[in-house]
């Protein structure tokens, strides 16, 4: 079946621009998780989503970053007055709600933010 | 609080002899205990966890891992390495607790050399 996936895979943007990151689940899947690794470097956990609420919010660096999920599906990472140092690789995983502390997550390519 | 390490950033292992990539963790309560690997400009693929029962799980790839309660480890293992396992490896714990969130550890890089 399809995995999950994100788009776009590559966006370059200006310092000071808006960008809008989009993650597609696993149908079925109702935890969400955003994360962002830098080139080669660990992963820094942004936010979670279980159903269209997110438990846990603490790994958003600053108010410039905030998420959404909708219909329990689609998720939407927006990054307000970007700056050089948003530029990473944001990772969307999903994860099924049977056992949901005991499934592992599958993870989308990511996708590439240069920021100018 | 939860947390992982994984306290070498780099092993270097030679094609057809075994590996090890450590791992140990911390947490309050029974720990669920995953590893990822991840290739070249690739995202993370699982590759095993520990829930519950034998404490030697089999995974993707002929990778195994033990997990061993007392000394709060998972260490990752192949008995015979190959070329293409060269990536990063992260290791990460959860606990049965609906808020929580998954813990990474902040990844192992293996070579495996010719």
């Given at each position: 079946?399809?995995?999950?996936?994100?788009?776009?895979?590559?966006?370059?943007?200006?310092?000071?621009?808006?960008?809008?990151?989009?993650?597609?689940?696993?149908?079925?899947h109702?935890?969400?998780?955003?994360?962002?690794?830098?080139?080669g470097?660990?992963?820094?956990?942004?936010?979670?989503?279980?159903?269209?609420?997110?438990?846990?919010?603490?790994?958003?660096?600053?108010d410039r970053f905030?998420?959404?999920?909708?219909g329990?599906?689609?998720?939407?990472?927006?990054?307000?007055?970007?700056?050089?140092e948003?530029?990473?690789?944001?990772?969307?995983?999903?994860?099924?709600?049977?056992?949901v502390?005991?499934?592992?997550?599958?993870?989308?390519p990511?996708?590439?933010?240069?920021?100018t | 609080?939860q947390?992982?390490a994984?306290?070498?950033?780099?092993?270097?292992v030679?094609?057809?002899n075994?590996?090890?990539v450590?791992c140990?963790?911390?947490?309050?309560?029974?720990?669920?205990?995953?590893?990822?690997?991840?290739?070249?400009?690739?995202?993370l693929?699982?590759?095993?966890?520990?829930?519950?029962?034998?404490?030697?799980?089999?995974?993707?790839?002929?990778?195994e891992?033990?997990?061993?309660k007392?000394?709060?480890?998972?260490?990752l293992?192949?008995?015979?390495?190959l070329?293409?396992?060269?990536?990063?490896?992260?290791?990460?714990?959860?606990?049965?607790?609906?808020g929580?969130?998954?813990?990474?550890?902040?990844?192992t890089?293996l070579?495996v050399l010719?």
């Amino acid at each position: 079946g399809a995995g999950v996936s994100q788009s776009p895979s590559n966006k370059v943007t200006e310092k000071g621009k808006d960008v809008e990151l989009r993650c597609d689940p696993i149908s079925g899947h109702t935890a969400l998780y955003w994360y962002r690794q830098s080139l080669g470097q660990g992963l820094e956990f942004l936010i979670y989503f279980q159903g269209n609420s997110a438990p846990d919010k603490s790994g958003l660096p600053s108010d410039r970053f905030s998420a959404e999920r909708t219909g329990g599906s689609v998720s939407t990472l927006t990054i307000q007055r970007t700056q050089q140092e948003d530029s990473a690789v944001y990772l969307c995983a999903s994860s099924s709600p049977l056992g949901v502390t005991r499934t592992e997550q599958y993870f989308g390519p990511g996708t590439r933010l240069t920021v100018t | 609080a939860q947390s992982v390490a994984q306290p070498e950033d780099q092993v270097n292992v030679a094609e057809g002899n075994p590996l090890t990539v450590k791992c140990t963790y911390s947490v309050s309560g029974n720990p669920y205990l995953f590893w990822y690997v991840q290739y070249p400009n690739r995202g993370l693929q699982f590759l095993l966890k520990y829930i519950t029962g034998d404490n030697l799980v089999k995974g993707s790839y002929g990778f195994e891992a033990e997990f061993n309660k007392s000394q709060t480890s998972f260490h990752l293992k192949k008995p015979s390495a190959l070329v293409s396992d060269s990536a990063l490896y992260f290791c990460a714990v959860r606990t049965n607790n609906y808020g929580q969130n998954f813990v990474f550890g902040p990844g192992t890089r293996l070579s495996v050399l010719p």
